[in-house]
């Protein structure tokens, strides 16, 4: 089964603009995009600083649109791809790619909910923290021990798993994870409590303009994150990306179940073409990996 996976937040990088190519229908969907912000995002992708980059509102409509142009113009044919996923806003790329929706549609999405985030880490303070060498199993014993709004919020691969919250739920969280023996604790630079329940009210924005619209039925299997598994019915996609903002990643998963579903090429597109294709290394260093 040949995978192709679309990085999230995370994946950007000064110049990313610079990188794409300059043909008609590029500039087509760059002007597009445009219209449907009401800002030049190409340019923010061509000069815009790291800083920039980071901000929820201008990194998810910017690798959304990285992606999918990076690719329609590496002229992979729909009997190319087997079988999509994509982590956490890459979820909306991976969806497109698999004419669940179309560009357009996709990318008013993901304005929606990158504005939608933003306001609501503006209203809650939250923050994220990486757990290293703890089982899964570990970390959610943790977390519901706990007062304070804290969650696994990302299974990235076996091993490490991101916790997401309150600040001071993240903070009680990360010290009883090093108490219990975590190799590493790391705190991460975000806006916010990303895929945890301070996210509600950015779900239920985004959940009005999902309902708003007509999923169709993809034509390769679709791992979404909220279960890791194959999806083709419609509604049951349009459910599952409504959860998404307040459900866990569940990466990790989603590798091992398109292993046993018979995975041997991984490719990863759009972004720095690293994220991805790395955590696939962590389970299975055999498997066929490239980058477009």
Not at 70 to 84: H, K, P, Y
Not at 101 to 126: H, I, N, P, Y
Not at 137 to 157: K, R
Request: proline share 3%; charged share 20%.
């Amino acid at each position: 089964m040949k995978a192709f996976v679309f990085p999230g937040q995370g994946a950007q990088y000064v110049g990313m603009g610079n990188d794409l190519p300059t043909s008609d229908q590029v500039k087509q969907y760059l002007d597009r995009s445009s219209e449907i912000l009401g800002y030049d995002l190409y340019d923010v992708m061509c000069h815009g600083t790291l800083e920039d980059l980071k901000q929820t509102h201008v990194t998810q409509p910017a690798l959304y649109v990285h992606s999918l142009i990076r690719l329609n113009a590496g002229d992979v044919g729909q009997s190319d791809i087997e079988a999509v996923a994509g982590h956490s806003l890459g979820e909306f790329s991976a969806l497109a790619a698999a004419k669940v929706f179309d560009f357009e549609t996709g990318l008013s999405l993901v304005k929606t909910r990158s504005q939608a985030m933003k306001e609501a880490c503006d209203q809650t303070e939250g923050t994220m923290a990486a757990v290293l060498g703890l089982e899964d199993e570990q970390i959610e014993n943790i977390c519901d021990g706990l007062e304070s709004v804290v969650v696994a919020a990302n299974y990235n691969s076996p091993g490490q798993v991101v916790i997401s919250g309150s600040i001071a739920g993240v903070e009680e969280a990360s010290a009883k994870c090093t108490e219990a023996g975590a190799r590493r604790v790391v705190p991460l630079v975000v806006g916010g409590a990303f895929h945890s329940p301070l996210m509600e009210p950015a779900r239920q924005a985004l959940a009005a303009k999902i309902e708003e619209i007509q999923f169709h039925e993809p034509y390769c299997k679709v791992y979404q994150n909220v279960h890791g598994v194959a999806v083709f019915d419609p509604s049951e996609i349009k459910a599952n990306l409504i959860a998404q903002l307040t459900s866990p990643v569940r990466w990790s998963q989603t590798m091992q179940n398109m292993k046993t579903d018979g995975l041997t090429s991984v490719t990863e597109v759009g972004g720095n073409g690293k994220v991805l294709t790395g955590l696939f290394k962590r389970i299975d260093r055999t498997l066929e990996m490239r980058a477009i």
